[in-house]
């Protein structure tokens, strides 16, 4: 198996490192300049008989070492870029030239993987997450119950979402978790008149045998949970547990119940698995397969009878037809699934109903008002809505000149918006933001500025980290351990953030990574912990002067959007690398890097449009098509 490595990882080198003269000097980096480093920093323990960790480095270097020995070199670049070799303490490159020799690294392994053109990559087998199973279950059932607060929070793959295949294996907990779940989900839905007219299509009449009718009502419930028809040989699994059921005495209900509850756990219906491709060469994936794609991908539930239809009439692969789907599912209050798991879980801003509280005597306003708790989470999500259904630029993201926000949101931002909303308006709106409100885009949101700061205080440091990982995607690499806290280096008089982390700065160990991240962070000091505007800090003005390693200043964070809408091909390949792989359910290589290449190409083609970003992700190779099977590699 190929060892998968994150390219969000991979490509992240690229921006951190561009603040500096890196970047040109890159592309001049020989093949014999990499064998210098590895000769200089690294081949001591890496050579002979018996190397570290078995690898054994004096081979490596050769232009042809990228095709033959690709594992080691991703390998090299994951530690080498975390600075974990050379191992601490030993003679170690600056941070210029480290950045030099992974950024070399990285296009040569990128080129390489890239050099037979693109292809699907793995499509794993996966399960539903706890959110999917809900919702599934929801359209299923027409049942409005929250099902997934009973089952186990799912961990987070590779690109950062719950529903990444990696993480999503079935362990006993799970099983009896899910098995409750599906009991729960049929008792309710049994005593309810709507659910019941959806799924127990027949009752035994004077015409029709008890199991007639459970054969009736498992024909048609089986192949909207399986996501595809059905073999005779599946119906007969469930009506056999009918049968059993029966024969012990039970009523028709009970017996049918049973039978179904066999269903919602079967593996079938829990994981979705697709058919395999024998072949070598990849292929267009079924149409069922397709369908279920499309519907995990943009409402996280199951195909609805149109996508089935579509499926079984063949035509779904029909890019225009595929599109039209797009389009259509977009539309539907489903979709709302999909911004709200895919954004929340990009921006990190999930972390406010979990562990981010903001210290309730210095921010009663947020911490005691559970409304406007709910109105800071939910803006992003709203906000993303809005750029989605009605199909405006992506780079509204990044700067705007509305925003959605509820009568509370405005007030906790001083928004002086004309005409007032009215006194009613609780729910979400959309607001032309006047000149100057500093609430354009995501930075002026509260969600955002308040992940990224302490309890007590504002972090530059946490937000400038925040703008290169979720809005750059170039995160920094992860800090030294045993830094001491901020607070504990600091003497009894009051300071700023500000002047803290200047001191740190002043140390060149501290500055390679710090001099990066800070500044980014600076600019948006004028929003305090929770995100609402000041102009002091301690008692001093507010100092929002920033200045990157390679000369960019600004001031503030208009200026700040100004330097980030000049990055906004990294904004947009950031977000296209989440969209993926939020859309394929797993952790991007760095071969699919070579398709992100082309969805890139197309979303500026169309100025950055949300539906030219959804669409190039739907005909993607690697959405549309599997892989065949992999031959066994007989090299390491
Ligand atoms: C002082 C000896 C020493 C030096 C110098 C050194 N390494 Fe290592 N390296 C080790 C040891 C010991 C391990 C195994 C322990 C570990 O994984 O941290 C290791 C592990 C590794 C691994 C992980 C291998 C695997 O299969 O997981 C990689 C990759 C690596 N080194 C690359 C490098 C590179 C590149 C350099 C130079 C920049 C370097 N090392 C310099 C001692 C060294
Ligand atoms: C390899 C890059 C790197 C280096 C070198 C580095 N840091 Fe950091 N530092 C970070 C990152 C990334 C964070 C954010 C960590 C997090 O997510 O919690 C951080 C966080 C901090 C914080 C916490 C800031 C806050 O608001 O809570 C302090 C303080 C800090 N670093 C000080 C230092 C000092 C002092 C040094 C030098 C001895 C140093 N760092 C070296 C990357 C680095």
Known sequence: MERLYNTSLLVASVVFLSASAALAEARNFSPAEGQKFLQTYCIACHQGKSPAAGLNLSQLGAADSFRDHGQ????????????????????????????????????????????????????????????????????????????????????????????????????????????????????????????????????????????QAARTILESFLPRAFRRPIDPADLQVYLALFDTSRKTGQSFDESILFALKGVLVSPQFLFRAEPQNPASEARLLDDYSLATRLSYFLWGSEPDSLLLALAESGRLQDPEILKGQVARMLRNTKSFDFVQSFVEQWLGTRALAQNIHPDAKLFPVYAADEEVQGDVRYQPVLFFREIVANDLSLLNLLDSNFTIATRKLQKLYGLDVKPPLADKAESPQRIELPPNSHRGGLLGMSAVLAISSHPQRTSPVLRGKWILDSILGTPPPPPPPNVPALEASVGPTPHTVRELLTQHRANPVCASCHSRIDPLGFALENYDAIGQWRTQDSGKPVDTQGELPDGTKFEGPEPLKVVLLEKKQLFIRNLTNKMLGYALGRGLTLKDSCVVDGIVTEVEKNNYTAHSLINAVVMSMPFRYQSGVVPLRTKR
């Open 72 to 211: 080691d070199w991703s390998k090299i670049y994951t530690r080498v870029r975390n600075s974990e070799m050379p191992p601490r303490g030993l003679p170690a490159p600056s941070s210029d030239r480290r950045e030099l020799f992974i950024t070399w690294v990285h296009d040569a392994l990128k080129t390489e993987a890239c050099a037979d053109g693109i292809t699907p990559g793995r499509a794993p087998l996966r399960r539903l997450n706890r959110t999917e199973y809900s919702a599934t279950v929801r359209d299923l059932l027409d049942l409005h119950l929250d099902l997934s607060r009973m089952l186990p929070a799912d961990g987070a793959g590779g690109e950062g979402f719950d529903n990444a295949a990696e993480t999503l294996f079935l362990s006993p907990i799970h099983a009896e978790k899910y098995l409750e779940a599906a009991k729960l989900a049929l008792d309710f839905a049994a005593k309810d008149k709507r659910s019941r007219a959806k799924f127990l299509i027949a009752v035994p009449g004077p015409d029709t045998t008890p199991h």
